[in-house]
Nanobody
Framework: QVQLVESGGGLVQAGGSLRLSCAAS????????MGWFRQAPGKEREFVAA????????YYRDSVKGRFTISRDNAKNTVYLQMNSLKPEDTAVYSC?????????????????WGQGTQVTVSS
């Protein structure tokens, strides 16, 4: 099993920044990549970004490219999501997830483990 705990959410004004953290514990060696997803009220969960543990390859949804940066600290088994130039439409519950080798990075079906989520609210 892998346990994931997110932190760093909160309320910020449009144009501001937040950094989310996701600490992984347990059988982390069984995971290949980590992803961030978000879900706004009344909307489906959507992919935000992903990163592989070993090489550090990164993937982003188009709407966050240039504003969000995903990174990892292998020694701490922690993944970060730096969010800059936040917009009201970024408001959502953000969850981190862990996946194995198979499956698409942008598909939540590929992820086996999920954190509880952290709320990000961007005011206009």
């Amino acid at each position: 099993q892998v346990q994931l705990v997110e932190s760093g959410g909160g309320l910020v004004q449009a144009g501001g920044s937040l950094r989310l953290s996701c600490a992984a514990s347990g059988r982390t060696f069984s995971t290949y990549a980590m992803g961030w997803f978000r879900q706004a009220p009344g909307k489906e969960r959507e992919f935000v970004a992903a990163i592989t543990w070993v090489v550090g390859s990164t993937y982003y949804r188009d709407s966050v490219k240039g504003r969000f940066t995903i990174s990892r600290d292998n020694a701490k088994n922690t993944v970060y999501l730096q969010m800059n130039s936040l917009k009201p439409e970024d408001t959502a519950v953000y969850s981190c997830a862990a996946k194995g080798v198979s499956g698409y990075y942008y598909s939540d079906y590929a992820y086996n483990y999920w954190g509880q989520g952290t709320q990000v609210t961007v005011s206009s």
